[in-house]
């Protein structure tokens, strides 16, 4: 008997089933076995997959007929599911379900899928064991009844019931015994979806939070062209979804296709056996053309095959986990596919496809991709949930743990999907140790499929540089990473664009390196397993591991790299003394990677390895680096937040000298030269006061120095490092002056000077002439101009007069924060004829400075959150990129912006309340006013019949923590698409198309010449800005929505975007 209730979803689910069918599933189950357990768990299941669903309401059987409703519905499902349990046979309407069910598939094909709960199907063929009793009592029924027809009709029941159960027993089914409930119920899912061929508006469990995945792949099919062939290419890590999109992708839309073939896991079957590529040439043979009893044993022969095939039909072809070129030769050939033919490719290498024979022909195919990134920690939760809870938010009692572990899975789909099965029906304190669990676990389903990724890495030097990186580098810059690891025999730039390429590797806003956390601890599960129980006879030891390695004197030659971070250590604290030992270190010949933060280490340092390409000590302890130190073969010295007091000798100002001679002599050795040097990084040594020994220092390419408050002197040698490309003295605010040898390093491209109060003795760089980009933040400056240089005057609140003088190869030039007025501006910028990108944050300024205007090459404007500004008006039809996104919670002020008409494309960041809260335009393209303002006419045809509710009608808002307030409700004006703009903290209920975005960038440029529409969400699109989001500096905490009437108005261009 079917209990609980029928599910409606409206005209919006209807047309998921076929016409003439009501429902696409009738549930048949015996309710005191599994109303709310196993049964409850299908439905729910089969309902997120937008499988409508009938179950009956009624809990207790009235009467001895089936229900005349549950005919109905039995009739007008496309298929069955009969869940057989232990009291199934007892019920009369489940037999008599059973028996029409059976019939419907005689007659019209109605699918029936029999469930097997705890009962064995040849039970249910012999009517044994559980199901003898309730057949025998239907007999002992039959023989007790006196009347002769009801006799015979209870005779002929019984035959028609046990011909069903011995029919029913014979099909196909699936036996639960033995299976964990999740995964199972996922398989019937999959099994009803697939053979109904159901259009699903909601995707299935497995695809939570890639519904806008599903939209582009699904657009991709229908809108391609019939002329050519099609490629699209899916991307992501490993257990990122890509294998169940193209699997839901396929069940729907295969059938559209004269033939089709979906080739699951091919590196694997490809790997597993030495002719595993001819095995899966010959399926793919098998799927698009009649088999053949020829024996093939060439897999070139077998191409050969395939190409004849694919000439002749339009197809869908789906190539799963492609790993290297020879795979996708072997399979697609050379000589093209029919027209109008698909193929969908899986595959982590994002430079692949484009690679294969098929895209070095004379007609290329055209090609897309698709990458998967990490779900939101929403729709993590929804996904961790439906497999432990099978529902979409935690039981009572678990909401901690499920956020706990939404967050270590940081939106792995099928992290959450293994550890949510994992833990299904496992009470609370089970979820609280499962995560360190995990982390110990080498052998965790996670990080196997991970481990592949790793495994099919083209070379031992990818290999090695994901394992150091894994190990040390993770949150590094990039570039410095690049010239520490190339020092040590890795080739690193090529290295990481294979690793991005492959999803294991990814580069932040800031240019720090980065990893899922899951993929760095399966690196780290890599560099463990070369010794288990051993970590000093590992290649990199790091963290707790590294502290007892150092503390036991266990070091070995095994190791290249060590990571120790004493503020990561507060167990070992608080358990006795802290305090290393520099000979644990003397048996580390090979060490190369060296970062011991925050040590209190005694000893002779010339127990430090020789081979040390990257030393980094922060909290280096002593005021000045020790003489004995091995420095030879160092590339990359990091002592920031040291009590390091100076570096080598200055030599311009002997009393400096005279006492650093007393403390030391001199930091470096005497005429030791250190060839090798690139970085030397001092941030924050507030105790630093003088700078030298530069003449030792030939090869140094980067200098920073940030925040060395005490710093009083850099010495004038500093003209011999010529390789010097990047100089940071930023917050260097007791400088006296900057060496005027500056001007003879003719690679300097970045000079920082934030912070950095400026008078006319500490800087004069005149005559520089290549700097790629110099940021002068934090000062307040006025402007003069001369015939070869700009220069820029500082106010009299804190010296006399100073300049800096701007070369005229510069690329970029930073002047956040500056105080600067439109006014500050000289008349003429055009001797910058290389600047790219100009920043003019927070600044009071007004209008857009005209000599900004003059610059041939500018590609980047920022003015970000410069309050006052209320125009921009021709700027360089050269832009890119436009900022404007203002912060906080003031009314903007900016009321237009005006382009020139050979304006290139422009990306625009545009903060939302310009749109929202004030009178705003883009001269000949989008315009916001308020409605009593817009043409009578045009509001008419808008629907607005009745102008007199307009007047005077506001809506209450609500911005940052200010008290609520009314704005008007406006009109948003776009190429003749007319939408009313409501702003408000609740969502309208009559927005039915809702997604929730991180930031809007618009394309401008462009559409000027083309006349098409401007990118801004139109047409029942609701834009959401709630709930602290932050992106690139982006803060919101109100919403925004639009609600478009789509009216074009008359004469208005007819080409869409």
């Not at 669990?437 to 495994?455: A, C, Q, T, Y």
Request: glycine share 4%; hydrophobic share 35%.
């Amino acid at each position: 008997m079917a209990v609980l209730s029928e599910h409606s979803q409206g005209s919006s689910s209807s047309s998921s089933t076929h016409k003439g069918h009501r429902y696409d599933v009738f549930l048949s189950f015996r309710g005191v076995d599994t109303r709310h357990g196993f049964t409850n768990h299908l439905y729910n299941a089969l309902i997120h997959a937008n499988i409508i669903t009938f179950l009956d309401d009624e809990e207790m059987e009235t009467g001895e007929d089936l229900k005349p409703e549950l005919k109905s519905a039995i009739k007008s499902s496309r298929a069955s599911i009969i869940v057989f349990s232990k009291n199934y046979a007892t019920s009369t309407w489940c037999l008599d379900e059973l028996v029409l069910i059976l019939e419907q598939r005689m007659k019209f094909n109605h699918v029936v899928i029999p469930i097997f709960y705890h009962v064995d199907p040849t039970d249910v063929r012999k009517q044994q064991s559980s199901l003898r009793d309730p057949i025998a009592k239907h007999r002992q029924k039959m023989e007790a009844e006196t009347n002769s027809n009801k006799r015979s009709q209870w005779s002929q029941k019984i035959e028609l019931w046990n011909k069903a159960l011995r029919e029913v027993a014979d099909l196909k089914g699936k036996d639960a015994n033995g299976r964990l409930e999740v995964e199972f119920i996922d398989e019937i899912v999959k099994d009803i979806f697939r053979r109904l061929h159901i259009p699903s508006r909601f995707p299935l469990p497995q695809l939570i939070g890639m519904e806008d995945s599903i939209k582009f792949v699904t657009s991709w099919l229908k809108n391609a062209s019939s002329h050519m062939l099609d490629i699209l290419t899916i991307l992501g890590m490993g257990g990122i979804g890509k294998t169940s999109l193209a699997k839901y992708v396929y069940a729907l839309h295969s059938h559209e296709f004269d033939t089709s073939s979906f080739i699951e896991d091919i590196s694997r079957k490809c790997d597993e056996k030495s002719n595993g590529m001819l095995d899966v040439q010959k399926k793919l043979c098998d799927d698009i053309s009649k088999p053949s009893s020829v024996q093939v044993l060439d897999d070139s022969i077998c191409t050969s095959m395939i190409e004849n095939a694919v000439m002749r039909k339009k197809m869908f072809l789906v190539l799963d986990d492609i790993s290297t070129l020879k795979q996708l030769d072997a399979l697609l050939g050379s000589n093209g596919f029919y027209p109008g033919s698909k193929i969908l490719i899986t595959t982590k290498d994002a430079w692949l496809t484009t690679s294969c024979t098929l895209f070095k022909t004379t007609v290329k195919p055209n090609h897309a991709t698709c990458e998967l990134n990490v779900l939101y920690e929403i729709n993590s939760q929804k996904l961790l949930c439906y497999h432990a809870f099978m529902c979409n938010h935690p039981k009572p009692g678990y909401e901690e743990v499920s956020e706990m572990l939404v967050k270590y899975c940081e939106g792995h789909p099928m992290a959450l999907k293994v550890l949510g099965r994992s833990l299904h029906n496992r009470d609370v304190s089970y979820w609280e140790g499962y995560i360190d669990r995990l982390k110990k676990e080498n052998d965790s389903p996670i990080n196997n499929v991970l481990r592949m990724s790793f495994d099919s890495l083209p070379s031992e030097n990818d290999k090695e540089l994901f394992k150091h990186i894994a190990c040390i580098f993770v949150g590094m810059d990039r570039d410095v990473s690049v010239t520490i690891l190339e020092a040590c025999d890795i080739e690193t730039r090529s290295g990481i664009t294979n690793l991005i390429d492959r999803g294991l590797l990814s580069i932040r806003w800031n240019n720090e390196l980065t990893m899922h956390q899951l993929v760095q601890e399966m690196g780290r599960f890599v560099v463990r397993d070369e010794s288990l129980y051993k970590p000093w006879e590992r290649s990199r030891i790091w963290g707790h591991e590294s502290f007892r390695v150092l503390k036991q004197k266990k070091g070995t030659d095994n190791a290249l790299g060590l990571s120790l971070d004493m503020r990561m250590l507060e167990k070992e604290k608080l358990h006795g003394s802290v305090e290393l030992k520099t000979e644990a270190l003397s048996k580390m010949d090979r060490l190369m990677l060296l970062q011991l933060n925050y040590v209190q280490i005694t000893g002779s340092y010339k127990n430090f390895p020789e081979e040390l390409r990257w030393l980094c000590m922060h909290g280096f302890p002593l005021k000045f680096i020790p003489s004995d130190l091995p420095m030879e073969n160092l590339v990359a010295l990091d002592m920031s937040y040291s009590n390091i007091e100076s570096f080598g000798v200055c030599c311009s100002n002997p009393q400096l000298q005279h006492r650093q001679k007393l403390l030391l002599g001199s930091c470096l050795k005497d005429n030791m030269v250190l060839v090798l040097l690139k970085i030397l990084n001092l941030s924050f040594c507030t105790q630093l006061y003088s700078l030298g020994g530069f003449d030792q220092l030939p090869a140094l390419e980067k200098l920073i120095l940030r925040g060395c408050t005490g710093l009083r002197e850099v010495c004038e040698s500093i003209e011999q490092c010529v390789e010097l490309v990047h100089i940071d003295f930023s917050y260097c605010n007791k400088l006296e002056k900057l060496p005027r040898s500056l001007v003879m390093l003719k690679k300097v491209k970045t000079l920082l000077l934030n912070g950095f109060y400026l008078d006319e003795s500490r800087i004069k760089l005149r005559d520089m002439d290549s700097s790629e980009m110099l940021k002068a933040n934090n000062i307040d400056i006025n402007t003069k101009t001369s015939s070869t240089t700009v220069v820029l005057q500082a106010t009299p609140s804190y010296s006399n007069f100073s300049v800096i003088s701007l070369p005229r190869n510069l690329v970029s030039l930073s002047l956040e924060n500056n105080n600067l007025s439109t006014e500050s501006f000289p008349m003429d910028f055009s001797c910058l004829s290389m600047l790219k990108e100009l920043y003019l944050d927070e600044n009071p300024i007004i209008s857009l400075p005209s000599c900004v205007r003059s610059l041939p090459k500018l590609e980047i404007l920022s003015m970000r959150d410069c309050k006052m500004l209320t125009t921009v008006e021709h700027p360089p039809h050269t832009l890119t990129f436009m900022n404007l996104f203002l912060h906080g919670i003031c009314k903007p002020l900016l009321r237009k912006v005006v382009f020139d008409p050979q304006m290139s494309p422009l990306k625009f960041s545009l903060g939302w309340r310009i749109l929202a809260l004030s009178s705003f335009e883009f001269e000949g393209m989008v315009k916001i006013q308020p409605m009593e303002g817009v043409e009578v006419k045009v509001l008419h045809c808008l629907g607005w019949n009745n102008l007199d509710l307009l007047k005077g009608r506001h809506v209450t808002t609500s911005i940052g923590y200010r008290e609520s307030e009314e704005s008007e409700i406006q009109m948003y004006y776009e190429f003749g698409i007319f939408s009313t703009i409501y702003e408000g903290k609740e969502m309208p209920i009559w927005i039915t198309h809702r997604s929730m975005v991180r930031k809007r960038l618009f394309d401008i440029g462009e559409y000027i010449l083309s006349k098409r529409r401007f990118l801004l969400p139109n047409l029942d699109i609701a834009l959401l800005r709630h709930g602290n989001l932050r992106g690139e500096g982006v803060h919101f905490k109100d919403k925004l929505y639009f609600k478009a009437l789509s009216q074009r108005k008359s004469g208005a261009p007819e080409d869409g975007p």
